[in-house]
Structures are given as C-alpha cells and as structure tokens.
C-alpha cells in the first residue's frame, strides 16, 4: 500500500522588527530635529538581523528616551549605537564621544530606570563624568513571559 507523503517548505518568514530599522525610524521621524539642533551625527551600527520579538510598542519609548537624553545632552558629537544578542537578552549601547555633561546626563538616565525594570530590562552608564560615555540598555527579547504592564 502506498501512503501519499505531504512536503511544505519550512516557514523562513522572521517574525518581529529589526532593531536597525526601529532606531532608524526614531532618528528620523520623533528625533530629527534635536539632532539637527545637537549638530551630532549618529551612527547606527546594528545588524539589519537582529529582530525584537517583544512589543515594539514597550520598547521603542524606552529606546527614544535614551536617545533623546543623549542627543539633549550632544554637541556636534559622534554617537553610535551597536546591539548584541545573548540566548534570549538584547544588550543596545549607545556611545558617545562628546559627553560634555555627565551629571545632567546620569540623572536623566537613571530616571528611565524604573521604566526599564518594569519591562525587565536594565540601564547602566560607562564614563558618565568623562568624554566618551556608553549607555547600556538590556532587557529580554521573548515575546511571551515578560512582566508587561498594562
């Protein structure tokens, strides 16, 4: 007897945003004009394959603030922002070379970080009192188990 095999091709489809596209889209549409004002360039250093399977919509105010905190706190500087995965864990840092205002920019960030908690993610800052300073914003990239708020 013969028994009829059904063959598909495998979904390749990756669901979720890119992270690129996702800053790139904050730089250009909500930040545009604080970075012309900051008369900083930026440069978004993430891989076009790194995708976020959480809620965009959780993530992104976060991402914007950090990086209007930067910018406000930027004059003609050189930031880049670089991304990394491990296991289920996105690590974004965003560097910048032009730091001209340490304590104004430690408190504005440490402010972000009751907003980061409640997504399970967590802020640092390297160099916060000197030239170059990197901010570090990580938290879980898994679409179901995180503690959400409504």
């Known amino acids: 007897m013969r028994q009829q ?24 549409h909500s930040l545009s004009e604080l970075l012309r004002m900051s008369d900083s360039s930026v440069m978004n250093e993430i891989p076009n394959e790194l995708y ?3 809620d965009e919509n959780k993530i992104a105010p976060i991402i914007t603030e950090l990086l209007t905190t930067v910018l406000n706190n930027a004059r003609k500087g050189r930031i880049h922002i670089r991304a990394d995965r491990f296991r289920d864990i996105v690590i974004l840092e965003i560097m910048d070379e032009s730091n001209y205002n340490g304590y104004a920019l430690e408190n504005s960030i440490l402010s972000l970080e009751p907003l980061a908690r409640m997504i399970g993610g967590y802020i640092s800052i390297r160099g916060k009192h000197q030239l170059e300073t990197t901010i570090s914003f990580s938290f879980p990239n898994q679409p179901n188990g995180m503690n959400w708020e409504s």
């Open 52 to 54: 976020l399977f959480v």
């Open 5 to 28: 095999f059904h063959t598909s091709f495998a979904d390749t489809t990756i669901p979720g945003t890119s992270l690129q596209s996702l800053i790139n889209h904050v730089l250009r």
